[in-house]
């Protein structure tokens, strides 16, 4: 098992400097997790027990063609939750940041920070998709639908 520990580690450290080349986080994510789907699909054709370390990190999702990582399914993001709820009546009353990250947590298990939820609420609004107006009780911003 340390021998493909010890494999895992110098082949990360000879993509280290390409993967830190990107300025973006996200990218380097999507590199590394790349890389990972790559080296478990070879690991299984090269039959080395390789595969057995990297199994333990990632696991096969039932009916798609991806590896997610073990510790469970990746959550919508904030922008993917925020689209759905415009499919919906939600935005057919006024809302504010906080009620929405609330709905968010409660209905989705979303944890949202209302500075997560802001931004996007503001591109939405931008958009047309949304209006945003001052509240007059707490001269808060509200959302509501067009």
Request: with cysteine.
């Amino acid at each position: 098992m340390s021998k493909h520990i010890e494999k895992l580690k110098k082949q990360l450290m000879e993509i280290a400097d390409v993967v830190n080349s990107f300025k973006s986080e996200a990218v380097q994510v999507k590199v590394i997790d790349r890389l990972l789907d790559a080296m478990v699909d070879y690991d299984k054709e090269d039959g080395e027990g390789g595969e057995i370390f990297i199994k333990k990190a990632y696991k096969k999702q039932e009916g798609e063609g991806g590896y997610s990582l073990s510790r469970g399914a990746k959550k919508p993001g904030a922008t993917k939750v925020l689209n759905q709820l415009l499919s919906t009546d939600f935005f057919d009353t006024q809302r504010s940041i906080s009620s929405i990250a609330i709905y968010c947590k409660e209905n989705f298990d979303s944890d949202f920070k209302t500075s997560e939820l802001s931004g996007i609420l503001l591109k939405l609004a931008n958009e047309n998709k949304l209006r945003r107006e001052r509240s007059i009780e707490n001269n808060r911003f509200e959302y509501v639908r067009f």
